[in-house]
Every structure is written in structure tokens, then in C-alpha cells.
């Protein structure tokens, strides 16, 4: 037998202090009546030569409950056991080979650096190691691992990392170091089975090669509590030039007063560049003009001018290009940047996309220019803008939706209680959206004949809610598109929100209702209603001044304008998308003007692409222009490289060990200990499985309760009268 912490066993001497209490202890041999004891004066203990133990089955319990408990806190173990383990786990190491492919790996030769690293780390294992490997960008991606290393072959190990090697390039996705990093300590940490028990105890190493990137996003080892058993080994690749810029679009193709069509750009200079001046161009388009007839059309080639742009290192320039207006084509414009050392992130992608024209209708009797009204505010929210060229009819609630200037509406406000529900009904049978604000408990009637009840309850009721100071919302379900573009911790409170008055809703009697926010009282305050191929969102308290602050907020706006973004099947904006976004298509299906035509995609390689069973585009793995055919109409939408990959300044190994991660440059030990913290790992390992130290204390307790059991009778008188022995 071990132990794992014998320096516990010198309490084993304690044992002393029960054998010195018992050869100490004076006897009475009985009672004896006396008068006053005042005068006498007390007389300490002593051993002496007629000192005796006269208890010894006391004595020897209050011992070997000192040594149970002593042994106890030493932690023992059976060490053969321990050595039996050991040759079964083997000295041998688990790695995982990480390696950056992302866009920044596209510079000079630092792919073959990568590569060259990933040999260095093969050459170094031995016939015991477990390796297993992992390439990250955007997303990790396990190539092989551990599982068919150890299936494989000895001789053929290394060449099976190899091989998948061989299958990777750099791409353009973005650099999400810290995600890869916590996957891949994971993936350390995991048995190789299910039913094996044994714990690893061998060494845990990442190898992560990367160019270690200013614009490498470590957020997720922020919340993340690292494993004390993992380290990394930073093999870093460094390109030999520095300069760097990237090019992005702030903002889509804007219309100024004067007519002429522009864009925003933005050119971003890394912190160690060493030039400042740079050139953004605009790929020249061709046109074909009109000619006299029988003669062959002529072509004219159109590039609008160069700009010259000073950026010192480390800082950004926003600026606004010049007339665009004949430049513009259907199938997509590039613009170039020029003057650094790596053209990797030197062309932006656009798609010329015109504004959409939407009706949306307002049922209320608000004035135009009345700011305690839901009109007021409705119309701020939804004026025309470069991207949406909106239109609020309004509508008094005692009037039927007039033909042909209402038709094609996407979105329908019912602001009052109104009588035309089966109008209502029949436009959100036939996809458009509604939105009901119960601003009283009046619209309680209107809310009975527009929305299905569920057949368990007596009825919809609308009643006012007793609001003391005021009401927040809560429970917020982010994971709805209504909410989803607020799921970010920057933008998710909602509590600075306050509501002055709301009414109660029963959810539950709405058949098919899904409730996506409540108050802080647990009553619904915006409840989700399918009605045939549209929908009806019920909001329990108004935006205007006397129910709440929600007009006045900075949620107000953006939650709008995605609920008339999806009433009308608009797509995001396609500049805006980067390499590994998801194109979603699923607004194809409530849009009037392409539901049920067939769709087909064409990636900027000319590749057709999959549709997914969720209507999403996944396989967006490089910048261009994607097409979308939806019956004889195309659709563009631009995808770029993300901005951060732009930031080529590498960063020191040292941001990762203020995040936690234990670097293995700091675990420089000698080979002597890196045997004994092996052998103490084995140690603990087998001490936790055996807990023989639960076992010692429950029988030290057991001595212990015999032993008081024992003293109880030793102290028991012997006999009756004034007399007794001890």
C-alpha cells in the first residue's frame, strides 16, 4: 500500500496523547464525605512509578481512532494496482495537431511553413503518442482522429495526417481561433470509448499552427475554464513583408441629391504596414451601344477613376467614391485595391440591387401629426429610405380596405378595434402579416373574430393589467427571427424598456399561439399566430407615450423594420454577407412575386450549389457574386472576405495566456520531472478510483461510537448508597 499524501501519517503520533491521559489519570477508589476543601491546596497530576493503565480496550479504541483518521488523510492506495495502470495507460502523449486555414494563410509561403510544422510535430512521436488533427477557419473541422490514428498501422501514421494534409488549402473564411482552440481541448478530454473508465494520464498538448493574426477572434476562451492538464504549442508562421490593407463596403449604393450614385468604402491598414498610400480602382465594365443599322454594335468600355487614398499604419479611412451611375451591372461589380504586399483581401464584391417599393396600412383614427398616436411614430419608422421605398395608407377603422391602392400590402397594422375582421382574415390567409396592438381592452372583440381559439377554452380575454411602478419585458425568445438579430449580448437587454400600462392576454386560448416575449408579471406580451399562409403578431401594450417607452427606444426601429424585412420577403443585403454566411432563401416562399417558382444557384466558380431542406445557401466557402434563379428572374447577392482577416499584425503568445490558456513554452521541465508529475498523475488517478479514505473514516466513526459506548460503562457506578467507584 501508498499513499498520496503521507505526510499526513505523522498524526499517527497523536496517538500518544490518549496513552499520556491514561497513565496520568488518578483513580478515586470512592467518595468520601468531607467538609470544606477551601484550605487544601490542589496537586497537579504525575507519573509516577505506581502510574498504571487501567483501561485498556479504551485505550487501544481512542488509538486506532487516531490512526484510522490519520490514514484517512494520508489517502492510501494500492500501488501494485497503480503499476498494473501505468504499463496500460503507457507513457505515450495525446496531441492535437491545430492548423489555421483561414484567409490570412493565403500570404507568401505561410502555407508551406504550416506544413512544414505539421512534419516537425510528426517527427516527434513516439510508437505510444495518440495524434489526431484539426484545421479551424470560420468552423473546426476534425481531419483524423485519434480513434484511426490508433487503428492504423504504425509505419502508416504518419503518412494518414499527411494524406488529409494534402486535401487542405487556406480559403477565405474568417479566423475563429478561440472556438478551435476550446474544441480541440475538448477533443483532448474525451475517452476513447464509452465504457472505458480509466482516466488519460499521460501529457495533453495542442500544436496549434497559425499566423496568430490581429484579427483572430478569441472571445470564446473569455467564458472558458481551460484544463489544467492541456497545453498549447504555438507554431507561428510569419510572412517576410508587412503591408497590409483590406477593402470593404460600409454602405450599398446610395443616391445623392444630385442624382449620382455612389458607394462607401472603407480601406483598412494593418498596425505594422510600412507604406500609406494606396489606390482603390474600379474593374472596367463594357457596354454594348447602338449603332447605325447593319453594322455590328460597337463596344465602349467604362472605368470610373481611380482614387487615391492616405491611410497611415494602423488606422481606417471611410470615403465616399465618385458618380457610379453608368458603371453599375447586373451581374455584379468588383473593386480593387492597390499598393500592399498581399492581394489577398484586395477585391470587394457588389451587387447592384434596386430599391423595393411596399405597401404597409395603417388601421387607426391617429392624426398625422399627432405624438401621442402609434401613427406618429409609425410613420418616423417607416419612412422612405435608399433601401425601401415605403408607403403608409392609413385606414379609419370603420372603413374597408380600399382596392388596388391596399393590394400587395405585406404588412397590416390594426391599431383600433375594428369590424372588417374577415377582410383581415383573408389577407393573412393569403400570406400577408398583421400586427394587432391591443392599445385598450377594446380590441379584445376584433382579437376573437380574427384569431383561431383554441377548442379547450371558453374564449379569448383581453383584460388591463395592475401595473404598480411599471412593467418590463422578459423571457425574451431570441432564437425567433423576429428577435434574432438582438441574440447578441450588446444588443439583447430589453430592460431599460418600461411600460406604463399593458393588458393581459390568455395565450393559451389562441390554438397554434407561440408566445416570443412576456412581462416581467409572466403575462404574454407579444404572442405568434399562423393564419393559413400568413401570420398575426399581437403586441399587449402600444408604443405611444401613455403606455410605454417603446417608441422612444433604440429597439423600436431595427424590431420594425425586421418585422416589415420578413412581411415583405426582402433578403438581407447582399454586400454584407462574408465567406461562411448562410444565403437564406426561405423569404422566397412569403413573397408574393416568387412563391412556388422554381429556384436554382449558381456559385461565383460557376458551380451549381445544393439547396438546403431549410432553404439555405451553406457552401458559401469563397468571395464573389452568387446567382439565383428564380424562374426567369436573377438575383445577386455579393459575398467578401471578413474584415478581420485584413488585420495581419501577428499577435503575441501571450494574448492566449492572458486568456487562460497555459502555453507549453511556460512548462520547460526537466525529463526527471516530467516523470514524477506523470507518476503522481497515475497516483491521484488510482486514489480516486480506489477511495479508500471513505472506508477509513467510516470505521474511524464506528470506533468512535463504540468507544463512547465502552467509556459510558466504565463510568457507571458499581453499586447503590453515598459510595461509588470510578
Known amino acids: 500500500m501508498s499513499f498520496l499524501a503521507p505526510f499526513f501519517l505523522a498524526a499517527v503520533g497523536a496517538i500518544s496523547l490518549p496513552i499520556l491521559l491514561h497513565l496520568i489519570r488518578r483513580t478515586p477508589r470512592g467518595k468520601v464525605i468531607f467538609s470544606s476543601l477551601m484550605f487544601l491546596s490542589p496537586t497537579p497530576p504525575r507519573l509516577t512509578k505506581r502510574s498504571s493503565i487501567e483501561h485498556w480496550l479504551l485505550l487501544f479504541l481512542r488509538g486506532l481512532a487516531v490512526v484510522l483518521i490519520a490514514l484517512a488523510f494520508a489517502r492510501p492506495f494500492f500501488w501494485e494496482s497503480a503499476t498494473a495502470d501505468a504499463q496500460e495507460a503507457g507513457d505515450g502523449r495525446r496531441v492535437a495537431i491545430l492548423i489555421d486555414t483561414s484567409g490570412s494563410m493565403q500570404r507568401e509561403d505561410l502555407w508551406r511553413q504550416a506544413t512544414m510544422a505539421v512534419d516537425a510535430a510528426l517527427n516527434e512521436a513516439a510508437p505510444t503518442d495518440e495524434f489526431s488533427l484539426m484545421a479551424f477557419d470560420r468552423s473546426v473541422r476534425r481531419m483524423v482522429s485519434r480513434e484511426q490514428w490508433s487503428a492504423a498501422p504504425l509505419p502508416q501514421r504518419a503518412a494518414l495526417i499527411k494524406d488529409a494534409l494534402a486535401s487542405l488549402s487556406p480559403g477565405h473564411g474568417a479566423t475563429n481561433l478561440g472556438d ?6 475538448d477533443a483532448l478530454n474525451e475517452n ?78 494593418a498596425r505594422n504596414s510600412e507604406r500609406e498610400s494606396f489606390t482603390i480602382r474600379f474593374d472596367p465594365l ?14 465602349v468600355t467604362i472605368a470610373p477613376k481611380a482614387i487615391e487614398v492616405y491611410v497611415p499604419p494602423g488606422e481606417s479611412r471611410t470615403l465616399r467614391t465618385g458618380d457610379l451611375s453608368l458603371w453599375w451591372s447586373p451581374m455584379g461589380n468588383t473593386i480593387s485595391l492597390e499598393g500592399d504586399d498581399h492581394p489577398f483581401d484586395n477585391r470587394v464584391y457588389h451587387s447592384a440591387t434596386h430599391p423595393a417599393e411596399v405597401v404597409i396600412v395603417y388601421i387607426g383614427d391617429d392624426a398625422a401629426g399627432d405624438v401621442q398616436g402609434l401613427r406618429f411614430y409609425l410613420e418616423l419608422v417607416y419612412a422612405p429610405g435608399r433601401e425601401l421605398i415605403t408607403r403608409v395608407v392609413t385606414v379609419r377603422p370603420g372603413q374597408s380596405l380600399p382596392p388596388g391602392e391596399t393590394d400587395g400590402a405585406a404588412l397590416i397594422i390594426v391599431g383600433e378595434a375594428t369590424p372588417h375582421t374577415q377582410a383581415l382574415r383573408k389577407r393573412a390567409e393569403e400570406g400577408a402579416t398583421l400586427l394587432l396592438v391591443a392599445r385598450d381592452t377594446g380590441m379584445m372583440r376584433t382579437l376573437a373574430d380574427l384569431l383561431p381559439s383554441s377548442p379547450a377554452a371558453t374564449g379569448i380575454t383581453l383584460t388591463e393589467a395592475d401595473v404598480k411602478d411599471y412593467a418590463m419585458l422578459s423571457e425574451i425568445d431570441f432564437k425567433h427571427p423576429l428577435f434574432a438579430p438582438f441574440a447578441d449580448p450588446r444588443f439583447s437587454d430589453f430592460t431599460t424598456i418600461r411600460f406604463w400600462k399593458h393588458r ?105 450549389l445544393m439547396l438546403g431542406e431549410d432553404q439555405r445557401i451553406t457552401a458559401t466557402d469563397q468571395p464573389g457574386v452568387y446567382r439565383v434563379q428564380v424562374g426567369e428572374e436573377m438575383l445577386r447577392m455579393a ?13 503575441p503568445a501571450a494574448e492566449l495566456e492572458k486568456r487562460g490558456v497555459r502555453l507549453w513554452q511556460s512548462q ?19 486514489e480516486n478510483r480506489h477511495k479508500i479514505w471513505r472506508w477509513l473514516i467510516v470505521a474511524a466513526i464506528a470506533v468512535l461510537m463504540l468507544e463512547t459506548f465502552v467509556a459510558g460503562r466504565f463510568a457507571r457506578p458499581a453499586g447503590g448508597g453515598n459510595e461509588t467507584a470510578s
Not at 639 to 651: D, I, K, Q, R, W
Open 286 to 299: 463594357e457596354l454594348a451601344t447602338e449603332s447605325a443599322p447593319g453594322a455590328p454594335a460597337s463596344r
Open 668 to 686: 520547460t521541465v526537466s525529463v526527471e520531472k516530467q516523470e514524477e508529475q506523470k507518476r503522481q498523475m497515475r497516483m491521484t488517478e488510482l
Open 192 to 269: 476513447e470509448s464509452t465504457t472505458d473508465e480509466r482516466a488519460f494520464t499521460g501529457q495533453r498538448q495542442i500544436v496549434l499552427i497559425t499566423d496568430l493574426q490581429e484579427g483572430s477572434h478569441l472571445g470564446p476562451l473569455d467564458g472558458y475554464d481551460w484544463p489544467g492538464q492541456v497545453t498549447v504549442k504555438v507554431a507561428q508562421v510569419k510572412a517576410k513583408a508587412v503591408t497590409n490593407a483590406g477593402l470593404q463596403i460600409v454602405a450599398d449604393r446610395e443616391t445623392t441629391s444630385d442624382a449620382k450614385d455612389t458607394l462607401r468604402v472603407r480601406v483598412h491598414n
Open 180 to 185: 478551435a482552440l476550446v474544441a480541440a481541448a
Open 639 to 651: 459575398v467578401n472576405l471578413p474584415a478581420g482577416e485584413s488585420e495581419t499584425m501577428p499577435l
Open 504 to 608: 393581459r392576454l390568455d395565450a393559451a386560448a389562441i390554438e397554434g399561439s407561440r408566445v416570443l416575449a412576456k412581462f416581467d408579471d409572466g403575462s404574454p406580451a407579444l404572442v405568434e399566430t399562423p393564419i393559413g399562409k400568413g401570420r398575426c403578431f399581437t403586441l399587449a401594450a402600444g408604443w405611444h407615450p401613455a403606455d410605454g417607452q417603446l417608441a422612444l427606444s433604440s429597439k423600436f426601429a431595427p424590431l420594425m423594420h425586421v418585422l416589415l424585412r420578413q412581411a415583405m420577403g426582402q433578403p438581407p443585403a447582399s454586400s454584407r454577407l462574408v465567406v461562411g454566411d448562410a444565403i437564406d432563401l426561405a423569404w422566397l416562399a412569403n413573397s408574393p412575386s416568387y412563391r412556388g417558382k422554381p429556384v436554382t444557384v449558381t456559385g461565383p466558380d460557376q458551380g451549381a
